[in-house]
C-alpha cells in the first residue's frame, strides 16, 4: 500500500522510520518531512495543513492511507475534509475528527470531558476577559504555586507554572488580553498536583484500543529539570515507576473510561491518544490529553513497539483492533535531544551538521533539519535525537551520549542526565 505521513519533526521521522520496516508497505510519502525522513520515504514539498495539495497529491499518487502527526492539521479538521469529500472518503485517515481533537485543542473540552465521566484529574475553573476579576479571586483560594493554560494549541508553550500570587495574577491578566493569541482567549486556572509525570500512549478506533510502551520525557532546558520549558529535551522508556501495579490502574481509571466516553458520546476518533499523566503518591491523574503521539516520546516508543505498526493501522479501520496483542522489546530506549544554541529562546538557522556517517549504533531521528547545496543544516530549535537501545537505563543513555557527541554543529547543546530522576 501508499501510505502519506504528515509532518516535519522528530517523531515524524521515528514514525516513517517504523512504517518503512512494514511490508505491508509500497510506498511511503512525508509531507513536508525533513533531512532525515528522506533516509526512508519520498519528502514532499506540502505542507501539514494544505488540505487541497494534499487531496492533489493522495489521488494523483494512489494513497491508500494518510497518517497525520501534528496536532494542527487535526484541529483544522482534516479527518473530516477527508470523510465529506466523494473522491476521498474511502482513504482512512489515522487520527480524530475536528471535533474529537478538541481533546487536544481545548483545554476546557478535555476538562469537561474528564468531569464527566470521573477520569482523576486536577480540580479547575476556565476563565475569559470579561470574567478576569472572578479568575483572579478563584487563584486567591488556591495554593501555591499556581498553574495556567491557555484553553487553544500554544506550540507547547501555553502552561505556566508559577511560585507566587502577584505573578500568577500578572500573567492571567497578559494571558486574557492576548499572551498567546486566540489560544489564550480562554484560561484554565488548576490546582497544582504534586508528583512525577509520565505519558502513555493507546491507539483506538473509538471503541477498543491498545496501550502501547509507556515513556517519560523531559522538557526543561536545563539539567536537573531546571530553566525554561521546551518541546522535550530526552526521553526514556520503560518508565519504572510504571509497573504492572500502576499500569492497571492507569487502564482500569484512566485509558478505558476515556476510550468508552468517547464511544458513548459517539465521537469520531480513530487513532493515538496520548495521556499525559501524572503519579500522585501511588495514584494516576491526569494533566493533559494530546491528540496524537508525544515528541520527543514517540523516538523512544517506536524503538520499543515490536509490532507491526501498519498492520495496527489497519486493525483500526477494519475492527480487528481488539484482537491485537502489543509486543514490547524489554530492552530500555533512551533519546537524547540536541538542539540549537539559544533555544528556547532566539536561535540562528542554517548551521552545517557533521558526524551523522559516525554514528552507527544509535539511531538519529531528525526533527529542525534540512538540506542546503549538498549538506544537512539546522532548521530548527530541536535538531535532531539520538535514540539507543540498552540492557539498562544507563547502557542506554551512555551509547546516546556516545552518538550525540559524534554529531557536530555550531551551538549544539544537549542534556546529559535524562532518566536522572529513574531508578
Excluded at 43 to 48: C, E, P, R
Excluded at 98 to 114: L, V
Excluded at 170 to 183: I, P, V, Y
Excluded at 204 to 209: E, I, L
Aim: proline share 4%; aromatic share 10%; with cysteine.
Amino acid at each position: 500500500m501508499n501510505i502519506l505521513l504528515l509532518g516535519s519533526g522528530g517523531r515524524e521521522h521515528a514514525l516513517a522510520w517504523k512504517i518503512a520496516q512494514s511490508k505491508l508497505v509500497e510506498q511511503l510519502y512525508i509531507a513536508p518531512g525533513n533531512a532525515g525522513t528522506s533516509q526512508v520515504g519520498t519528502n514532499v514539498n506540502i505542507s501539514a495543513e494544505d488540505f487541497d495539495a494534499i487531496k492533489d497529491f493522495t489521488l494523483s499518487n494512489g494513497i491508500d492511507m494518510v497518517v497525520v502527526v501534528p496536532e494542527a492539521p487535526f484541529v483544522k479538521g482534516i479527518s473530516d475534509f477527508f470523510k465529506n469529500d466523494a473522491q476521498l472518503h474511502q482513504i482512512p485517515v489515522v487520527g480524530p475528527s475536528k471535533f474529537g481533537a478538541q481533546m487536544e485543542g481545548s483545554k476546557e473540552f478535555a476538562k469537561q470531558f474528564m468531569m464527566r465521566h470521573g477520569i482523576p484529574t486536577a480540580a479547575y475553573q476556565a476563565f475569559t476577559k470579561e470574567t478576569l476579576q472572578d479568575g483572579i479571586a478563584f487563584l486567591r483560594t488556591l495554593k501555591a504555586p499556581y498553574v495556567l493554560k491557555a484553553d487553544g494549541l500554544a506550540a507547547g508553550k501555553g502552561v505556566l507554572i508559577l511560585p507566587t500570587l502577584q505573578e500568577a495574577e500578572k500573567e492571567l491578566t497578559e494571558m486574557l488580553n492576548g499572551m498567546f493569541g486566540a489560544a489564550s482567549a480562554t484560561v484554565v486556572i488548576e490546582e497544582f498536583l504534586s508528583g512525577i509525570e509520565c505519558s502513555v500512549f493507546a491507539l483506538t478506533d473509538g471503541k477498543d484500543y491498545v496501550i502501547l510502551p509507556e515513556a517519560k520525557d523531559y522538557k526543561r532546558i536545563g539539567e536537573g529539570d531546571t530553566g525554561l520549558n521546551t518541546g522535550g529535551m530526552g526521553s526514556i522508556s520503560p518508565v519504572s515507576f510504571a509497573d504492572k501495579s500502576f499500569m492497571q490502574k492507569v487502564e482500569e481509571r484512566i485509558v478505558k473510561p476515556t476510550i468508552d466516553g468517547l464511544h458513548q458520546e459517539n465521537i469520531d476518533y480513530k487513532g493515538f491518544v496520548f495521556f499525559g499523566l501524572i503519579k500522585v503518591n501511588d495514584d494516576p491523574y491526569v494533566i493533559e490529553y494530546n491528540v496524537r503521539m508525544g515528541d520527543p516520546e514517540t523516538e523512544s516508543v517506536m524503538l520499543r513497539l515490536e509490532n507491526d505498526l501498519v498492520a495496527l493501522f489497519q486493525a483500526t479501520f477494519n475492527g480487528t483492533l481488539k484482537s491485537q496483542v502489543i509486543r514490547h522489546d524489554p530492552r530500555y530506549a533512551v533519546s537524547v535531544m540536541l538542539v540549537s544554541g539559544g533555544y528556547p529562546g532566539d536561535y540562528e538557522k542554517g548551521k552545517v551538521i557533521s558526524g551523522l556517517d559516525e554514528v552507527t549504533d544509535s539511531l538519529v531521528f531528525h526533527a529542525g533539519t534540512t538540506q542546503k547545496d549538498g549538506a544537512v543544516v539546522t532548521a530548527g530549535g530541536r535538531v535532531m535525537t539520538v535514540s539507543s537501545y540498552g540492557k539498562t537505563k544507563d547502557e542506554a543513555l551512555a551509547q546516546s551520549f556516545i552518538g550525540a557527541q559524534k554529531i557536530n554543529y555550531e551551538g549544539k547543546y544537549f542534556r546529559r542526565d535524562i532518566g536522572f530522576d529513574l531508578q
